[in-house]
């Protein structure tokens, strides 16, 4: 599976940005995607996941309400559409797939591959 991450830029802080990732490849064998995001010197930090069959989503606390994951399962691709960002939600931004049904989703472990990760900066 090939994942391709597009969509960061630069947004003051209360603006909108919406990421895509495109999924190539076996992408029949996907439960699950994700979206991650990593600060320097920090370990990557769980964003929100979307149930690909019937697009059960889950969200860090931190994010819920503001952004919203979906899916298009005929373009496979995941959305990650983010309101209201704050200067806090800087960070590179990945798109992971989970192929294997695992229950620990907010660990990067359970994600098996990774787009190349695009930048979101929120100036104020």
């Known amino acids: 599976v090939q994942l391709q991450a597009s969509g960061g830029g630069l947004v003051q802080a209360g603006g909108s940005l919406r990421l895509s990732c495109a999924a190539s490849?076996?992408?029949?064998?996907?439960?699950?995607m994700g979206w991650f995001r990593q600060t320097p010197g920090k370990e990557r930090e769980f964003v929100a996941r979307?149930?690909?069959?019937?697009?059960?989503?889950f969200y860090t606390s931190s994010v819920r309400g503001r952004f919203t994951i979906s899916r298009d399962n005929a373009k496979n691709t995941v959305y990650l559409q983010m309101n209201s960002l704050k200067l806090e939600d800087t960070a590179v931004y990945y798109c992971?797939?989970?192929?294997?049904?695992?229950?620990?989703?907010?660990?990067?472990?359970?994600?098996?591959?990774w787009g190349q990760g695009t930048q979101v900066t929120v100036s104020s």
């Open positions: 979307i149930r690909w069959s019937d697009g059960i989503t």
């Open positions: 992971a797939t989970d192929t294997a049904r695992r229950s620990l989703y907010s660990d990067p472990k359970s994600y098996d591959y």
């Open positions: 490849g076996r992408t029949f064998s996907t439960y699950a």
